[in-house]
């Protein structure tokens, strides 16, 4: 019996370890941290032997192949000494597609993953689809596999887990953009980063579709180095495409072989640039699945946008509070200050993953009233933003951070959460940064 390894015990691992157990493996789950109770349970549930708080060698290296959760870099000790064993370490993603042949609708980006993803999904599901969702998002992809059947998956992934995707194959690739993220994990080289990115299109056949936003420079310089079989649909808020989606007048304008689709921009439920890419990209989807025209409509005007990604939580004596807890890098961050067309109070920081403010620099300088720093290293952002802005703040708590964002804010302002940083230096993820900013408004 072939012996599978999973490394890492949350969403991701437990899903791909119960899979490989009903699939028939040997199975051992490995986590070098606790493991959270509710995925203890389903290992236990499935019989699957697992340890935590640390790696045993003698039962890791015995393995024929080993599924790694995407938070593990390949610089780990334990994944270089694999790799000098000869054995094979793959994702999550690259295991489940293994087992699965549902029609695959793959998002990736540096920015949008999450609500492209989301709004793909609620367009099939309103189109009466039996759909999945999975990836980077929700419950794992594997676990899913094992448990129930879906004829379409729609799958958010990182560039992390497309780091372990050797044969998988996606239907329909969507590649949002492209900008500096995570190049600690890449040796600060962006052109590794960039590749990385590009593996979503690994495989792809010329029946297969790849949607791509012709108006981010980085895409288009790769694209033309290299050779996709699969039939390009481009998206652009810049020029005319013949075959994609792009914007004319004050409409947006979808096509896809003969079939057509438009509608006017300010009827999107999600408004600001970036998110009539998002929109764009979604309703391509929509017209290569033979998705109704009314439908894609019902939809585009209708989705209610994700947690955590430009989410208005309340109006507080005419101040209105965003939580954009998901901009973890700087480019997310310029999306969410362009958007916003009042006085901003912009709280910002965390974990740096290398960051380069410039991008956002003028968008402070004519936007921001102020900065409230949410970190415990907050010296990059003084250093940066100290002759921009007029007042500089530090916290070291959401509740901390929101009464002195609240202090300096004026009635029309907006506070916005976008940190620009990961979380976790005070948070356990984006999503409890998120939790607790919300907390602390309503307490207001």
């Not at 920015?111 to 793909?120: V, Y």
């Amino acid at each position: 019996m072939q012996r599978i390894v999973v490394l890492g015990g949350g969403e991701s691992g437990t899903g791909a370890a119960v899979l490989a157990k009903v699939k028939g493996f040997d199975v051992f789950l490995s986590d070098n941290g606790k493991i959270k109770e509710e995925h203890a349970a389903r290992l236990k549930e499935y019989g699957i032997p697992f340890e935590e708080e640390g790696h045993s060698m003698e039962k890791i290296c015995i393995a024929d192949e080993v599924i790694k959760s995407p938070g593990i870099p390949d610089t780990a000790p334990l994944i270089i000494a694999l790799n000098a064993r000869g054995v094979s370490v793959i994702s999550e993603i690259e295991f489940a597609g293994r087992y699965d042949n549902s029609k695959k609708i793959c998002v990736t980006g540096s920015n949008g993953k999450t609500t492209t993803t989301s709004l793909i999904y609620y367009l099939l599901k309103n189109a009466g689809l039996n759909v999945g969702l999975a990836g980077n998002i929700g419950q794992s992809y594997a676990y899913q596999v094992a448990t129930e059947k879906h004829d379409i998956y729609v799958l958010e992934i990182s560039s992390f887990q497309l780091d372990g995707m050797y044969e998988f194959r996606a239907d329909i690739a969507v590649l949002l953009n492209i900008t500096p993220d995570h190049l600690d994990r890449y040796g600060n080289q962006m052109q590794n980063y960039i590749n990385s990115k590009f593996r979503i299109t690994r495989n792809m056949a010329k029946e297969d579709c790849f949607i791509f936003c012709s108006d981010d420079e980085i895409t288009i310089e790769h694209l033309n180095r290299i050779i996709i079989q699969a039939q390009k649909l481009p998206f652009s808020q810049k020029s005319v495409v013949e075959q994609g989606a792009c914007v004319e007048g004050d409409k947006m304008c979808v096509r896809y072989g003969d079939s057509n689709y438009e509608m006017f921009l300010h009827e999107l439920a999600l408004q600001g640039k970036h998110n009539i890419y998002n929109s764009m990209a979604a309703a391509i989807t929509g017209k290569i699945m033979n998705i109704t025209n009314s439908t894609i409509r019902e939809a585009l005007t209708t989705f209610k946008g994700v947690e955590h990604r430009m989410e208005k939580v309340l109006s507080v004596g005419g101040v209105m509070y965003i939580n954009d807890s998901k901009a973890t890098n700087v480019n997310s961050t310029w999306y969410a200050l362009e958007s916003i067309k009042t006085p901003i109070v912009l709280i910002l920081g965390g974990t740096d993953k290398g960051n380069d403010y410039s991008p956002i620099s003028d968008l402070v300088k004519e936007k921001v009233r102020a900065i409230v720093c949410l970190g415990v290293d907050n010296r990059k952002i003084h250093d940066y933003f100290g002759d921009k802005v007029a007042e500089i703040h530090d916290t070291r708590s959401a509740d901390e951070a929101v009464k002195i964002a609240a202090s300096i804010a004026k009635k029309g302002d907006t506070v916005l959460l976008s940190p620009s940083c990961a979380s976790f230096d005070l948070f356990k993820n984006y999503e409890d940064r998120g939790r607790q900013f919300k907390a602390a408004v309503k307490n207001l």
